[in-house]
């Protein structure tokens, strides 16, 4: 399967890129940066690793390929769009930080292509969100907080997997308390408690291949889907249900 990275500059970038590397079943055929980047026409493979590539950072796809995944940051956001529907290949969406007005964009490009939307592409992650949602309704005394920490690096705060946590339980996203660290871990946590009990769900990452290969099944499954709109839920229920 042939990918166009987008965001390929990045840290998730650069793992998503060491994660093919190892899995025969993937190429990566383009590696997308932002038009005006400074990396532009340089060597992907001396910029990530210190060892020559041959596959130069464009702004545009040139080399065929099946489908997009954008691990890209909130910027640039209009231009990709656009990028989207002048190629309308399926598109595996793992950017956060966006505004709501944003994300509608994105939902809209279903219209046209297959979209799936993945702010978290770790599977164990979904399944939290899922006890959680379960756990909420079964008991409505139950306050619930809202936690996360992610390396300083990260742009959003909070979290767009925390806002998601937010969003599906129905609290208000101000009161998710987040923190930025020196450690190159992630960390979300939601906690429920009242009077009798507690109970505590947490799910820690220690680097970002956890996501890269996340990203790859996502793709495995995503394959030739029809033109609709996807979540990490609607492969949860497809796969492990």
């Keep these: 399967m042939k990918l166009s990275l987008v ?48 596959s130069l950072f464009v702004d545009d796809p040139k080399n065929a390929f099946d489908m997009f995944v954008d691990f890209a940051d909130a910027q640039n956001i209009s231009s990709r769009i656009q990028m989207y529907k002048k190629h309308c290949k399926p598109l595996i969406f793992c950017s956060t930080g966006l505004s709501s007005d944003e994300e509608k964009s994105i939902i809209a490009l279903s219209e046209k292509m297959p979209v799936f939307i993945a702010p978290n592409t770790s599977v164990v992650t979904a399944l939290m969100k899922d006890f959680a949602k379960k756990i909420s309704k079964i008991d409505q005394s139950l306050e619930i907080h809202i936690s996360e920490s992610h390396n300083k690096s990260k742009k959003d705060a909070p979290s767009g997997t925390a806002k998601d946590f937010a969003r599906m339980l129905q609290l208000s996203t101000d009161k998710i308390e987040f923190d930025r660290t020196d450690e190159d871990k992630n960390s979300h946590k939601i906690a429920f408690s009242n009077n009798f009990e507690s109970l505590e769900l947490r799910h820690d990452t220690a680097n970002r291949s956890i996501y890269a290969q996340g990203a790859l099944n996502i793709a495995k499954w995503f394959y030739q889907r029809p033109k609709n709109l996807y979540y990490m839920q609607t492969l949860i229920e497809e796969i492990h249900e």
């Design 7 to 54: 965001g390929a500059a990045g840290k998730m970038g650069k793992a998503l890129t060491s994660e093919v590397q190892h899995n025969k079943e993937f190429e990566i055929t383009n590696y997308v940066v932002k038009p005006n980047s400074s990396l532009l026409g340089k060597d992907v493979g001396s910029i990530h690793f210190n060892q020559q590539s041959n």
